[in-house]
């Protein structure tokens, strides 16, 4: 699903030059669950933006469902990132004006899907996350755990290929946090191929594969595919 080759990302300013990814190669495939883990500064964030298609990189490869994308405008970034993927975030990302419903159908409506479709997908998507009785509350109506709920009811609503987290239970205490990761693998169980930036153990235990980055590059002697493949 997923081919880095010799990916490199360099920000640049007029007084200094920073290198986030340093010629990283990587392969994720379909149905995997990879964590990556790492310090600050390592290049998690900037690996899951490249990945996600929000951001391109400088030079290097990236391989995504079989379509070589570095030099992809924005806007063919986003055409191929709609329904393709989905996100989830520490601080949940819900919009504070729409209730859990309105938020989880947003993306079907940017997909231009029919209404009674629509309602459909979304009803299902908020039963298999348990958030059925709160689909009109509104995100400050709900607990840490159960935006999250509502917050991957929206990434998976579109019935995405990859689902990109980042730092999924980042904001929630150790109960809500085991709630969130054992969705998620759920959801790995069913087929969806998942990749994670954590800082916690715990959480990382749940996936197939742990990636370390250091300085912009996968740890000395990790592999940087799954073995077998």
Do not use: W
């Not at 899951?48 to 391109?56: A, C, E, T, V």
């Amino acid at each position: 699903m997923i081919r880095a080759k010799q990916l490199t990302k360099v920000y640049r300013t007029e007084e200094i030059e920073t290198t986030a990814l340093n010629r990283l190669d990587l392969v994720v495939d379909e149905g995997e669950f990879v964590a990556i883990m790492g310090p600050s500064g390592c290049g998690k964030s900037t690996l899951l933006n490249i990945m996600g298609l929000l951001d391109s990189p400088t030079d290097g490869e990236y391989i995504f469902l079989n379509q070589e994308t570095s030099d992809f405008s924005e806007r063919d970034r986003a055409k191929l990132r709609m329904g393709n993927i989905g996100f989830i975030f520490q601080n949940f990302n819900l919009i504070d004006e729409l209730t859990v419903f309105e938020n989880v159908e947003l993306p079907l409506e940017y997909l231009g899907m029919k209404p009674k479709k629509s309602k459909e997908k979304v009803e299902q998507a908020l039963e298999h996350m348990g958030m059925t009785a709160r689909r009109n509350h509104f995100p400050n109506q709900l607990s840490g755990g159960q935006q999250q709920r509502a917050a991957i009811a929206r990434a998976v609503v579109t019935e995405p290929k990859l689902i990109l987290a980042d730092e999924p239970t980042g904001n929630l205490d150790s109960g809500h946090g085991t709630e969130v990761m054992e969705l998620l693998s759920a959801l790995n169980s069913r087929g969806t191929t998942i990749v994670m930036v954590t800082h916690s153990p715990v959480d990382a235990e749940f996936a197939d594969r742990i990636i370390h980055l250091k300085d912009g590059m996968i740890a000395e002697g990790e592999p940087v595919y799954q073995t077998g493949t």
